[in-house]
């Protein structure tokens, strides 16, 4: 009877511990959203860790009350950070950081309550800047650039409330423009513009509401104008 009692402090103990302190993530279970020790009928709280195959550490993370809280890190197989996020009472909240595998950065950004808020970027492997772009409440909202990996501009404009809002230029990797447009509402609206690498001019025409409406002219590489269409409404009338 003793060794019975014995037995069942020790488990009770160790479920206790198990609650406050490191868990393997292969030891827990998931319960109507919530993160739980296997052994336990009480929600998580404490740094849950998991492993690669050979040992070496994958990712770690904090939880309070079964959710995701404060900070969380994972890890590439060669040891070096790869993502580094700060939770609150189960989503992302705060600065979000990703690396390459050299520890080059590749992704920064923020947010609030689960929702990206405010600048976000991300980078080459050779540390150069990919996209850079701004969201409001999880939304794409204001200027948003491309760039190729040597540095050059591949396309800017706008957008407001996730929409095309605006001037829109596309360039060519040798940093020629190969087309604009303006967009209302997320629909072209406004002259349209498209060119040759060798920055003459291929076709210009106009958009109304996202539909080609007027004359529109086609050229060849040389400049000159090879045909010509008229659109209303976004159909060929001649």
């Known amino acids: 009877m003793n060794k019975l009692l014995t037995i069942l402090c020790l488990v009770l103990l160790s479920v206790h511990s198990y609650s406050q302190d490191v868990i393997p993530r292969d030891q827990t279970v998931k319960r ?24 070496q ?12 809280d404060g900070l969380v890190e994972w890890f590439h197989r060669n040891g070096q950070l790869f993502r580094r996020v700060n939770y609150k009472d189960g989503k992302e909240d705060g600065p979000f950081k990703e690396f390459h595998e050299d520890g080059q950065l590749r992704w920064r950004r923020n947010y609030i309550d689960g929702k990206r808020d405010g600048l976000s970027e991300s980078f080459y492997d050779n540390g150069q800047l990919n996209t850079r772009g701004n ?104």
């Open 135 to 238: 969201y409001v409440n999880g939304v794409q909202d204001g200027p948003v650039e491309l760039f190729y990996e040597n540095g050059q501009l591949e396309f800017r404009g706008n957008k407001i409330d996730g929409e095309y809002d605006g001037l829109w230029e596309w360039f060519y990797e040798n940093g020629q423009l190969e087309e604009r447009g303006n967009y209302i509402d997320g629909e072209l609206d406004g002259l349209w513009e498209e060119f040759y690498q060798n920055g003459k001019l291929w076709e210009r025409g106009n958009y109304i509401d996202g539909e080609l409406d007027g004359l529109w002219e086609y050229f060849d590489k040389y400049g000159n104008l090879t045909e010509t269409e008229t659109y209303r409404n976004g159909e060929l009338v001649e």
């Open 32 to 55: 109507n959203d919530l993160v739980y020790y296997q052994l336990s009928s009480e929600p998580l709280t404490g740094t849950v860790v998991s492993f690669f195959d050979n040992g």
């Open 57 to 68: 550490l994958w990712g770690r993370g904090n939880y309070k009350d079964g959710k995701q």
